[in-house]
């Protein structure tokens, strides 16, 4: 089997699954962490390749996050702006409902483990349920009013359809958070 782009090989639950590969900067300012990857960002070796979170990654472009790539994969202007790539669960599922409460355990405390250790500071959830897995509670979109346990501050993206107006006030939290 030929790997593409960041696809990898990793065990997962005992089982060996075709996944994404975790993406770390050498000094990380932040993380985006998603639930877990979709069979589609997952064929094509690249995060949030879906339309929906396509939107979401152009939404941090547009805040100023990071620079805007040439094509569909943001990893690498992302990187280069001390951002990387991570997900709760490993394997691969068409949406949140194919993945177990069991799962999301034991993926959140092993994701803990490693963003303490690298002393992350601000972790962005292009969606919801990264927040309620690392917090307890899914929170409104913007800086939630908790922080992890190693003390990050937590970054819930506004919905993919929520209103435009919505959608710049919350963005609009997000930079001063970037230093």
């Known amino acids: 089997m030929t790997l593409i782009g960041y696809q990898c090989i990793a065990?997962?639950?005992?089982?060996?699954?075709?996944?994404l590969a975790d993406l770390w900067p050498e000094h990380p300012r932040a993380m985006i962490v998603g639930l877990n990857?979709?069979?589609v960002s997952v064929a094509a070796g690249h995060y949030y390749q879906?339309?929906?979170?396509?939107?979401?990654?152009?939404?941090?472009?547009?805040?100023?996050?990071?620079?805007?790539?040439v094509g569909h994969a943001f990893e690498e202007s992302a990187l280069a702006a001390g951002i990387?790539?991570?997900?709760?669960?490993?394997?691969?599922?068409k949406g949140e409902g194919g993945v177990s409460a069991i799962e999301i355990e034991q993926g959140r405390?092993?994701?803990r483990d490693k963003l303490a250790a690298c002393e992350v500071p601000l972790v962005i959830c292009v969606f919801r349920h990264p927040v309620r897995a690392l917090l307890g509670a899914e929170g409104a979109p913007g800086v939630q009013r908790h922080r992890t346990d190693?003390?990050?501050?937590?970054?819930?993206?506004?919905?993919?359809?929520?209103?435009?107006?919505?959608?710049?006030?919350?963005?609009?939290?997000?930079?001063?958070?970037l230093g």
């Open 11 to 19: 065990d997962w639950m005992g089982d060996p699954v075709l996944t």
């Open 37 to 39: 990857p979709a069979p």
């Open 50 to 69: 879906g339309q929906t979170g396509q939107r979401q990654l152009s939404r941090l472009v547009e805040a100023g996050v990071f620079a805007r790539p």
């Open 84 to 93: 990387g790539f991570t997900d709760i669960v490993k394997r691969p599922t």
């Open 109 to 111: 405390r092993a994701l």
């Open 150 to 177: 190693w003390g990050a501050a937590v970054f819930r993206m506004p919905g993919p359809f929520d209103a435009r107006d919505r959608v710049a006030s919350v963005m609009a939290q997000l930079p001063p958070l």
